[in-house]
């Protein structure tokens, strides 16, 4: 689901349908009631490829102590707001 | 019909008591999402009835606001076509009620758009982008319930024989309302006729042409419907949540 123009998809759920076309429809019902969206992508369970919970330690631990990785060191000038 | 006050409870009664109707699958579709997406529907025709029948209090000029519109009359006094009233049957019935109902209703509320009466086409402008979907929903199951299996198609097919009758009450000449219901006939026939025709359905033959909704003669189906619609109200006046 996109919730606005400019923002990324978001997963927000997922439902039952027989094929592609309906699974829109069902999504459309279930997830746009309080105009939370202005497009939806549906994706069957079967295509998606997900990084297994015992992999964890593998996967993202070595992240954890790479501070460099992140913008943090640059002097941010005085007036400038949004950097 | 005469004048605008009739007008607009017709096209009230419709919707209202089409919600009602729909409004009974809750907790019994076939599957969950379909629940959700009858309620949905039900729900957008209870909006367009409560814009409706308030207008239509006001163009009466009695005092009658939307819940003594919808809760106050008796069936003699409800303009609503017979097609609504109909029972739900089975889910193939629903859904050919539903078709023909939103291709009556999409042209109708278009048409009113761009109607002289701002109210109305306020009105019309804001339901017909619910109807395109009603329209939507109502044709990917007829399509798949006629061109599915054997027994879906003969089931889609009995449903569509079953209520085509009560279709032709719905375009009844009226040249002097905002929208005169008869030029509305091709347009629904052009749309109904693609959707059979990608369901591998027969259109029936046109014969039988029940009618009397207009002016208030209704199938015994509606009774029973208005009972438990009103019950509440008519036991509590004015009774909120």
């Known amino acids: 689901m996109r919730a606005r123009?400019?923002?990324?998809?978001?997963?927000?759920?997922?439902?039952?349908?027989?094929?592609?076309?309906?699974?829109l429809r069902n999504a459309r019902d279930l997830y746009t009631r309080r105009q939370e969206g202005?497009?939806?992508?549906?994706?069957?369970?079967?295509?998606?490829?997900?990084?297994?919970?015992?992999e964890?330690?593998?996967?993202?631990?070595p992240a954890a102590d790479k501070v460099y990785r992140h913008p943090t060191f640059y002097d941010v000038p005085d007036g400038v707001a949004h950097l | 019909m005469i004048g605008p006050f009739d007008f607009a409870l017709a096209l009230g009664d419709d919707a209202l008591v089409a919600a009602q109707r729909l409004a009974e699958w809750t907790t019994r579709a076939p599957e969950m999402?379909?629940?959700?997406?009858?309620?949905?529907?039900?729900?957008?025709?209870?909006?367009?009835?409560?814009?409706?029948?308030?207008?239509?209090?006001?163009?009466?000029?009695?005092?009658?606001?939307?819940?003594?519109?919808?809760?106050l009359r008796d069936d003699r006094e409800f303009r609503n076509c017979l097609l609504v009233e109909l029972p739900n049957g089975d889910f193939a019935v629903t859904m050919a009620k539903l078709l023909f109902l939103a291709a009556y209703q999409l042209p109708l509320y278009t048409a009113l758009a761009g109607c002289a009466d701002e109210r109305l086409a306020a009105i019309g402008a804001k339901a017909r982008?619910?109807?395109?979907y009603h329209l939507d929903h109502a044709s990917t199951?007829?399509?798949?319930?006629?061109d599915g299996t054997e027994e879906s198609h003969r089931r889609m097919q009995a449903a569509v024989d079953q209520v085509w009758p009560y279709v032709h009450e719905l375009f009844a000449p009226d040249p002097a309302a905002p929208v005169d219901p008869a030029t509305l006939r091709a347009d629904f026939d052009a749309r109904v006729a693609a959707v059979l025709d990608e369901a591998t359905l027969t259109r029936p033959e046109s014969g039988w042409a029940p009618a009397g909704g207009r002016d208030g003669v209704h199938?015994?189906?509606?009774?029973?419907?208005?009972?438990?619609?009103?019950?509440?109200h008519r036991a509590h006046p004015g009774a909120r949540w």
């Open chain 1, 5 to 23: 123009r400019g923002l990324s998809h978001t997963h927000v759920g997922s439902l039952h349908a027989p094929d592609a076309e309906l699974a």
């Open chain 1, 38 to 54: 202005v497009s939806i992508w549906v994706v069957p369970a079967s295509a998606i490829t997900a990084s297994s919970p015992d």
């Open chain 1, 56 to 61: 964890k330690d593998a996967f993202f631990d």
């Open chain 2, 33 to 71: 999402e379909e629940d959700i997406a009858l309620a949905n529907i039900a729900l957008d025709q209870l909006g367009a009835a409560r814009l409706l029948l308030s207008y239509a209090g006001e163009l009466e000029g009695a005092g009658r606001d939307e819940d003594a519109l919808a809760f």
């Open chain 2, 129 to 132: 982008k619910e109807s395109a």
């Open chain 2, 141 to 146: 199951w007829v399509r798949r319930l006629g």
């Open chain 2, 219 to 232: 199938t015994e189906h509606l009774s029973f419907l208005l009972a438990e619609m009103q019950v509440l």
